[in-house]
């Protein structure tokens, strides 16, 4: 391979991997090409991308760089996962088209740039929360004592209000309300 095209392919990783973060690292080798259409469609509808990478030139890309954890999963045939919500989403994804497609190999993934090796990593990976569910459980959490102390506030109110409405329906009715005290 020339010079001039491995700059042409540097330069095209750089800008399809610039941004990411965090990625899985996979093996579509062993699976056919209708069965790589079809991967790569489900994958599709969920803004996952696949995108087959050259090894070396993609440790040269990813030194320093936020993916360089990636180098020890960059044997053989690799090929990126990224995309969707979060490496979350696509490790989840990639977890439940690895029983339709037991050909696919599950090489490792990284988040935070902290590297989930094997098909086990991937799998323990996909058992963290996605973004949104991270928040929505933190703002549950954040919230919990605020409902509690509301509770706790109204819950007096609730009950003089009760008896004042018991007391007035008996009036109404004509009763006699006892007195207390």
Known sequence: MSKTVKQMILH?????????SDVAVISIRGVGSNDTNALRATLRKKDIKI???????????????????????LTGPSA???????VVEVARELIG???T????????????????EGADGIERLSKFPTRD??????????????RKLVGSILGPGRKVASCVKAI??????GEAVARVG
């Open 12 to 20: 095209d990783y750089a800008d399809r991997f610039g941004e990411e």
């Open 51 to 73: 995108t087959v990478i050259r090894n070396s030139l993609a440790k040269r890309q990813f030194a320093e760089g936020a993916l360089d954890g990636l180098a020890p999963v």
């Open 80 to 86: 990126l996962a990224y995309g969707g919500q979060s």
């Open 97 to 99: 088209l690895v029983k």
């Open 101 to 116: 497609f037991p050909n696919l190999e599950l090489k490792g993934a990284i988040l935070d740039g902290e590297l989930f």
């Open 133 to 146: 569910e991270a928040i929505a459980k933190t703002v549950q959490i954040i919230l919990s004592p605020a």
């Open 168 to 173: 007035e329906e008996k009036l109404e009715k």
